[in-house]
């Protein structure tokens, strides 16, 4: 039922939706008797998506949560596994599409897996979709990138049951019993890393961070820096409110036990992993 009320209820309150149909809404009241209503609605959309399509505040607002899990300071030494969560990975006409921050996270994964041959790989990615639950998973594109670049099939795990964060943390921790004193890196979005980190460590996988797809430059031009063009404002406007949204609601639901996880001990040498709670019934 989350699932379903997530998605629902993000499509009705994204701040770019929010502020398309308040302009649409406000234009139509011009030619009502409510006009000067329609004026004040309208203005307010198109205030809306001028300050999130062409104003830093998008970014303001990614800063936080990118700068959250920095920078890994060193990939090197052993590595026991890599854990890199879905998003945007499709197979089109038989061909393997990446969108999004899948790109990111996909060439990160392969990077590193043939950087330490020793390291398992586990993707975590099932389908997301609402209208069309038939669709194939993320885990299929991504196992037939893997082949593609001649990837050990021993060493791959795919999950593909997972539709949200939440789910990658717990399916994934069914599949994949890592050992005390083993290192296993997480690979997502910079942005998205809080959340998952703190899905992660709620069912008992104390992973290091390995963020990628930064969007922001993490100092102080991403206050005054405008956007190149407005539907990159729109679209970082509306990555960064969801993730917001989602820690609070991950939160509240206890998927989380932090409303914005940090760094821990565990991202400092040396690195550990707690044994895996005990799936609940």
């Known amino acids: 039922m989350f699932f379903y009320l997530s998605k629902i209820l993000w499509f009705a309150a994204s701040p770019p939706n929010v502020a398309i ?29 001028v300050l999130l399509g062409i104003s830093a505040l998008p970014r303001i607002a990614l800063l936080p949560l990118e700068n959250r899990f ?21 197979i089109s006409r038989g061909q ?19 950087k330490h041959p020793e390291a398992k790989l586990v993707f975590s990615g099932g389908t997301a979709s609402l209208l ?16 593609l670049f001649n990837i050990p099939p021993e060493r791959v795990v795919l999950e593909d049951r997972s539709r949200n964060t939440r789910e ?16 296993w890196l997480l690979i997502t979005s910079a942005s998205h890393m809080p959340r998952a980190m703190g899905c992660f460590r709620a069912v008992g996988l104390d992973l290091e961070a390995y963020p990628v ?45 932090e409303l914005l996880p940090a760094p821990s001990m565990v991202s400092v040498a040396p690195h550990r992993l707690r044994p895996p709670a005990p799936a609940p019934a």
């Not at 406000?26 to 008797?33: P, S, Y």
């Open 21 to 49: 149909s308040l302009s649409v809404l406000g234009t139509a009241l011009l030619f009502t008797r409510w006009r000067r209503l329609g004026r004040t609605v309208a203005l307010v959309g198109a205030v809306g998506l």
């Open 70 to 90: 920095p920078l890994i300071a060193n990939d090197e030494g052993r590595i026991d596994g890599l854990i890199v969560l879905g998003g945007g990975i499709n």
């Open 96 to 114: 393997v599409s990446l969108k999004d921050a899948a790109a990111s996270r996909v060439t990160a994964a392969v990077e590193l897996a043939r």
């Open 132 to 147: 069309d639950p038939s669709a194939e998973p993320e885990a299929e594109a991504a196992g037939a990138l893997f082949r």
């Open 168 to 183: 990658n943390a717990l399916f994934t921790r069914n599949l994949v019993t890592p050992k005390p004193g083993e290192r």
């Open 213 to 257: 797809d930064f969007r922001t430059e993490g100092d102080a031009t991403d206050y005054w820096r405008p956007f190149d063009n407005f539907s990159e404002g729109l679209t970082l406007a509306s990555l960064a409110i969801k993730e917001w949204i989602g820690l609070v609601a991950y939160c509240l639901s206890g998927y989380t036990t």
